[in-house]
Nanobody, 123 residues
Framework: QVQLVESGGGSVQTGGSLRLSCRAS????????MAWFRQAPGKFREFVAR???????DVRLSLKGRFTISRDNANNFLYLQMERLTLEDTAVYYC?????????????????WGQGTQVTVSS
C-alpha cells in the first residue's frame, strides 16, 4: 500500500510563497503519475497540477505562472511551488498517486492519497 505524506502547509500573507512536499513510502515516482488537488471550504476538491512518469507537467489554467509541480524520483518526493498566493488559494492541499505512467485530471483516477496539508492565505 502506497502511503503519501504532505508537508509544508501553513499560514502566509497574500503575495507570499509556499512549497508543499509530498513524500511517498516507496520508490514509486518513476512509474507512477502524481498530482496535487485542493479543497477550499464549502467547495468540491479540484485539480491543481499533475506530472506523469515522463516528467511532463500540467497546471490548472488559472494557476499557470504561479504554481509549479516537480518531482525528485531519487528521494521519492513530489513538490508544489506556489507563488504570489491569493486569498482564493486557501484550501487543504492533497497529493495523489496513480499507478500509470500517464497522469489524469480526475481525482477518481488516483487510488492513493495523502492526508492533506492546510494552506491559509490572509490579507
Amino acid at each position: 500500500q502506497v502511503q503519501l505524506v504532505e508537508s509544508g502547509g501553513g499560514s502566509v500573507q497574500t503575495g507570499g510563497s509556499l512549497r508543499l512536499s509530498c513524500r511517498a513510502s516507496e520508490n514509486i515516482l518513476g512509474n507512477y503519475s502524481m498530482a496535487w488537488f485542493r479543497q477550499a471550504p464549502g467547495k468540491f476538491r479540484e485539480f491543481v497540477a499533475r506530472i506523469n512518469g515522463l516528467r511532463s507537467t500540467d497546471v490548472r489554467l488559472s494557476l499557470k505562472g504561479r504554481f509549479t509541480i516537480s518531482r525528485d524520483n531519487a528521494n521519492n518526493f513530489l513538490y508544489l511551488q506556489m507563488e504570489r498566493l491569493t486569498l482564493e488559494d486557501t484550501a487543504v492541499y492533497y497529493c495523489a498517486a496513480r499507478p500509470d505512467i500517464f497522469s489524469s485530471y480526475y481525482e477518481n483516477d488516483y487510488p492513493f492519497w495523502g492526508q492533506g496539508t492546510q494552506v491559509t492565505v490572509s490579507s
